[in-house]
């Protein structure tokens, strides 16, 4: 399938120092400047903050050291890219825009964008994640309005009782987790109609090392989730054949929960097997509805979004030029480089994407 064309492109990082730091984007206007100065503090924050001490439960301390403490500058430029082109499209003043990061985890997006002045509303699934980047935001001296917890009907839920609209709802690798897409999105357009939903991922189809990478993700997380689903088959139907117990185990990829229980029934009464092909090499957690990172064509996000309801566009991300390699910095550099300047393999290299759903009811804002 062809990359569809680049709707425009996506400054990345010019180097030019400012106050003896590098910048995180470059700082061409007033927003730009403003966020650039909000990520060099909130840099020197996080570089002086002793995580070990704070509290957060063991695996979610392995993830922020590994996934942002140990890679801070990358993970801050990134955020900084994110929400310089989310603000942009409000059309707001800073200090007027509620963002919520949707599933934020313990990351770097809601403590950036508390300090350049938004109003913001933390969320993730679970308690212990919601803990942890309290935690942070605290020892950083950082107040978030309004923690939530749950999933998005829940989340919606919540905004609501308290008469809060959204101007964007942000993500960071949480979009090719989320089990029905479509749901997520026809749920925020209806519950927060003017709401911007940007979000990025490392799932990207075009990109032929990460397509590999998430292709082989995916064979080896199917082998435990068809084990999974195999157990609950046999839960519905004891008496199954063996035989046709490994072929429906096969057959119920990518359907997880009610979905699931649905299918089996239906089998069980009519013979029939779901089709897993749709779902090309992607698969869930049974349990949950979690996928495996879910690798979707522009083409499957501008049907699971609708475009009835959303402008949908995309944009390339960058590559890390902080790592400990040399080389490794100077190839990133060149790929950055040409992701910048070509429309044509710039999805190709890029090692993460930006899906940009924007309500069709108002003027796009660039």
Request: aromatic residues 10%.
């Amino acid at each position: 399938m062809g990359i569809p064309e680049l709707p425009e492109a996506f400054g990345t990082n010019d180097r030019q120092s400012v106050a003896g730091m590098e910048n995180f984007l470059p700082p061409n206007d007033d927003v730009s400047r403003l966020i650039n100065n909000s990520a060099q503090q909130l840099y020197e924050r996080l570089k002086k903050l002793d995580v070990h001490n704070l509290g957060i439960p063991p695996h979610c301390l392995e993830y922020f050291l590994k996934s942002h403490i140990n890679r801070l500058f990358f993970s801050i430029e990134t955020s900084a890219h994110l929400l310089n082109r989310a603000l942009r499209r409000t059309g707001k003043r800073v200090e007027e825009v509620v963002l919520m990061d949707y599933g934020a985890g313990v990351g770097t997006l809601y403590l950036l964008a508390r300090l350049v002045g938004c109003r913001v509303v933390y969320n993730d699934l679970l308690e212990d994640w919601k803990k942890s980047g309290q935690l942070v935001a605290e020892a950083c001296g950082i107040a978030i309005e309004k923690y939530i917890i749950g999933d998005i009907d829940a989340t919606l839920e919540q905004l609501n009782q308290i008469a809060l609209k959204c101007d964007i709802i942000a993500s960071r690798n949480v979009i090719e987790h989320i089990y029905k897409l479509d749901h997520f999105y026809s749920s925020i357009h209806k519950q927060q109609p003017g709401t911007i939903v940007f979000s990025s991922t490392t799932a990207n189809y075009y990109n032929p090392a990460m397509h590999l990478q998430h292709v082989k993700w995916h064979r080896k997380c199917e082998k435990r989730y068809m084990q999974d689903r195999a157990n609950i088959i046999l839960k519905i139907i004891p008496g199954i054949q063996k035989e046709l117990l490994a072929k429906l185990s096969r057959a119920t990829r990518g359907l997880a929960v009610k979905d699931l229980d649905h299918a089996i029934k239906i089998f069980d009464s009519t013979l029939a097997m779901p089709d897993p092909a749709g779902f090309y090499t992607n698969t869930c957690d049974p349990a949950n509805g979690v996928w495996a990172e879910n690798l979707l064509t522009f083409k499957k996000y501008r049907q699971l979004i609708g475009e009835n309801r959303y402008r949908v566009s995309f944009l390339p991300g960058f590559w890390d030029t902080h790592y400990k390699s040399a080389i490794k910095n100077r190839m990133a550099v060149l790929f950055n480089r040409i992701i910048q300047q070509y429309k044509k393999p710039a999805f190709r290299l890029a090692p993460f994407i930006y899906i940009i759903a924007y309500p069709v009811d108002q003027n796009l804002n660039k």
